[in-house]
Nanobody, 115 residues
Framework: QVQLVESGGGLVQAGGSLRVSCAASRDIFRGSTMGWYRQAPGKQRELVADISSGGSINYLDSVKGRFTISRDNAKNTVYLQMDSLKPEDTAVYYC?????????WGQGTQVTVSS
């Protein structure tokens, strides 16, 4: 049963923009902190940004000022707007929902930034 569905990845030149989206089931989305993680080849998965159900936001230092996370509670969707992309942002981006014992991952979407 697919509970998180990501979309919007792709190939973009350095300096460009992409927006990735993650649609969740209502039961998963409500009350959950929604996050975007990424994993580049040979590297550990890292938190890029997350947003709590109350709207508190955290960003990875290297994306501050370039990426913006937001959530649409009416659509049960979380977004990550990525601007001024750099080649080092290339990774598979994963959506995550967590709440108490709940920890759900999406299938991932590839973001590739060419130099």
């Amino acid at each position: 049963q697919v509970q998180l569905v990501e979309s919007g990845g792709g190939l973009v030149q350095a300096g460009g923009s992409l927006r990735v989206s993650c649609a969740a089931s209502r039961d998963i989305f409500r009350g959950s902190t929604m996050g975007w993680y990424r994993q580049a080849p040979g590297k550990q998965r890292e938190l890029v940004a997350d947003i709590s159900s109350g709207g508190s936001i955290n960003y990875l230092d290297s994306v501050k000022g370039r990426f913006t996370i937001s959530r649409d509670n009416a659509k049960n969707t979380v977004y990550l707007q990525m601007d001024s992309l750099k080649p080092e942002d290339t990774a598979v981006y994963y959506c995550n929902a967590r709440r108490f014992s709940l920890n759900v991952w999406g299938q991932g979407t590839q973001v590739t930034v060419s130099s």
